[in-house]
């Protein structure tokens, strides 16, 4: 159980234009997802907080325009990437928690923007 | 603030000996510790956690974890490695104030020669 699936898996885009990304709980209620992106060889970074039915929750220095989440209901957060630019380009992934410590993560998606 | 280090950008191990991954950690309140382990283009995969208890924790695929407060530590260790624990491994810390946000370190690449 627990199982967390993305789609797509990989993107390739022009710049300027924006890419949307699914998170999906598939056999849990996620009341709360997370977005976090990595760059190479580097650790993940928390980008925002999804609550379903409610705004995300951004941390510092993530553009809230540029980084569109959507938590419409329980199994499903979504991340837009607007107008995107080279320096986009990274792996994103999202993570569920179903209810107490530990979150599930996705399997990623990695975006690269020409 | 809430920070894990992981001193080792990389470990090497012969297949059959014992391995350790370092992780210390800084936080303010009880540490929530935790380790992940990430395959090539995969999402983090849980290993085990420390909450509260007994210091040497028990988690999958036959790794263990070390929580030692003097030293402010919880080192991942397996007696006997395989070469299938070749991977990127992440210590993190929850924030104790915050449970859903989840500080990671920069992550270790073990590396099992058979």
């Known amino acids: 159980g627990a199982v967390v699936s993305q789609h797509p898996s990989w993107v390739i885009c022009k710049s300027g234009t924006s890419v949307k990304i699914e998170c999906r709980s598939l056999?849990?209620?996620?009341?709360?997802m997370f977005w976090y992106r990595q760059f190479p060889k580097q650790s993940l970074m928390l980008m925002a907080t999804?609550?379903?039915?409610?705004?995300?929750?951004?941390e510092q220095g993530v553009e809230k325009d540029k980084f569109l989440i959507n938590h419409a209901s329980l199994t499903l957060s979504t991340l837009t990437v607007t107008s995107a630019h080279p320096e986009d380009s990274s792996f994103y992934i999202c993570?569920?928690?179903?209810?107490?410590?530990?979150?599930?993560f996705g399997p990623g998606t990695r975006l690269t923007v020409l | 603030a809430q920070s894990v280090a992981q001193p080792e950008d990389q470990v090497n191990v012969a297949e059959g000996n014992p391995l350790t991954v370092k992780c210390t950690y800084s936080?303010?309140?009880?540490?929530?510790l935790f380790w992940y382990v990430q395959y090539p283009n995969r999402g983090l995969q849980f290993l085990l956690k420390?909450?509260?208890?007994?210091?040497l924790v028990k988690g999958s695929y036959g790794f263990e974890a070390e929580f030692n407060k003097s030293q402010t530590s919880f080192h991942l260790k397996k007696p006997s490695a395989l070469v299938s624990d070749s991977a990127l491994y992440f210590c993190?810390?929850?924030?104790?104030?915050?449970?859903?946000?989840?500080?990671f370190g920069s992550g270790t690449k073990l590396n099992v020669k058979p």
């Open positions: 993570s569920a928690r179903r209810g107490g410590d530990e979150q599930f």
């Open positions: 056999d849990f209620q996620a009341t709360t």
């Open positions: 999804s609550n379903e039915g409610s705004k995300a929750t951004y």
């Open positions: 936080v303010s309140g009880n540490p929530y």
């Open positions: 420390y909450i509260t208890g007994d210091n």
């Open positions: 993190a810390v929850r924030d104790p104030y915050n449970f859903n946000k989840f500080y």
